[in-house]
T-cell receptor, first 116, second 114 residues
Framework: AQKITQTQPGMFVQEKEAVTLDCTYDTSDPSYGLFWYKQPSSGEMIFLIYQGSYDQQNATEGRYSLNFQKARKSANLVISASQLGDSAMYFCAMRGGAGNNRKLIWGLGTSLAVNP | EAGVAQSPRYKIIEKRQSVAFWCNPISGHATLYWYQQILGQGPKLLIQFQNNGVVDDSQLPKDRFSAERLKGVDSTLKIQPAKLEDSAVYLC????????????FGPGTRLTVL
């Protein structure tokens, strides 16, 4: 069965420092995609970054990078130079399978607090 | 490009009442999703549409929840009658269904059932 595990319910980081949010996944599909979303207190889910299972390089989007270790089935999100506005819930999700029913499997999320 | 629109943003009802939520996806997005997110949890997929057809409604409580996507564009999710445990944020998302298929979310509707 497909599963996403986020083991850190809450994290703290000092402003301007880097932080890593952990995500491990389980799937038997050879082709899959991994996503990170940010959910501020306003409630909207914001797409941050994507990593495909066949991508050779780790994905990067501005201050966000994904540390993809396929053999260990981990897809950790690294946020560099943290800002106060990064305080939010962060969800890791995986899309697997083929065809029309390519729904996302979600982790329970990690709450990040950035301290001034 | 306009994002996913949802209304209302907030709704408070009493148990056993009915409620409806509306979603308009990003133009051109064939796939539309409704999620339920209970406080402290990740989103739970309720129903997935591809154009105006249902792809997955395995986690939709069909005795009280219904959804439709007439004409394959906007969608309505209804709860009738509501229970206390339906208090949650209802998120609508849409995607192109090609390529990496990332989902884009609306602002959500926060439902409180008293």
């Amino acid at each position: 069965a497909q599963k996403i595990t986020q083991t850190q319910p809450g994290m703290f980081v000092q402003e301007k420092e880097a932080v890593t949010l952990d995500c491990t996944y389980d799937t038997s599909d050879p082709s899959y995609g991994l996503f990170w979303y940010k959910q501020p207190s306003s409630g909207e889910m914001i797409f941050l970054i994507y990593q495909g299972s066949y991508d050779q390089q780790n994905a990067t989007e501005g201050r966000y990078s994904l540390n993809f270790q396929k053999a260990r089935k981990s897809a950790n999100l690294v946020i560099s130079a943290s800002q106060l506005g990064d305080s939010a819930m962060y969800f890791c999700a995986m899309r697997g399978g083929a065809g029309n029913n390519r729904k996302l499997i979600w982790g329970l999320g990690t709450s990040l607090a950035v301290n001034p | 490009e306009a994002g996913v629109a949802q209304s209302p943003r907030y709704k408070i009802i009493e148990k056993r009442q009915s409620v409806a939520f509306w979603c308009n996806p990003i133009s051109g997005h064939a796939t539309l999703y409704w999620y339920q997110q209970i406080l402290g949890q990740g989103p739970k997929l309720l129903i997935q549409f591809q154009n105006n057809g249902v792809v997955d409604d395995s986690q939709l409580p069909k005795d009280r929840f219904s959804a439709e996507r007439l004409k394959g564009v906007d969608s309505t999710l209804k709860i009738q009658p509501a229970k206390l445990e339906d208090s949650a944020v209802y998120l609508c998302a849409s995607s192109l269904m090609i390529g990496r298929n990332e989902q884009f979310f609306g602002p959500g509707t926060r439902l409180t059932v008293l």
